[in-house]
């Protein structure tokens, strides 16, 4: 069964950090490119960043470079988002989502599994 959990969302403050984590089950993530995007309410699904399965390579969204890193434990078969100086713009739903063939990678569309979600919540 073919699944991505996601996980480590919470209420931060402002300024603070958070880690979020995407474990896979029954595909082997060294063959997807895994990107994170997130969805505010009222807003479309926006991607935040992704690294590739080919070369490590790595692409954020201008909003969240310099705060955020994307990484992957291909042993762990799990990506992560380290997210740092968090503002309360960064709250949404964020989600997971690994692309077998992903060239445009803030386009939903170039991934093939998504993980359910989890709440980030910037506030004082």
């Known amino acids: 069964q073919l699944q991505l959990v996601v996980s480590g969302g919470d209420l931060v403050q402002p300024g603070g950090p958070l880690r979020l984590s995407c474990a896979a089950s029954g595909i082997t993530l060294d063959y997807y490119a895994i990107g994170w995007f997130r969805q505010a309410p009222g807003k479309e699904r926006e991607g935040v960043s992704c690294?590739?399965?080919?070369?490590?390579?790595?692409y954020y969204a201008d909003s969240v470079k310099g705060r955020f890193t994307i990484s992957r434990d291909n042993a762990m078969n799990t990506a992560y988002l380290q997210m740092n100086s968090l503002k309360p713009e960064d709250t949404a739903v964020y989600y997971c989502?690994?692309?077998?063939?992903?060239?445009?990678?803030?386009?939903?569309?170039?991934?093939?599994?998504w993980g359910q979600g989890t709440q980030v919540t910037v506030s004082s």
């Open positions: 690294i590739s399965d080919t070369d490590g390579s790595t």
């Open positions: 989502a690994a692309g077998e063939y992903t060239v445009d990678w803030e386009s939903p569309t170039e991934y093939d599994y």
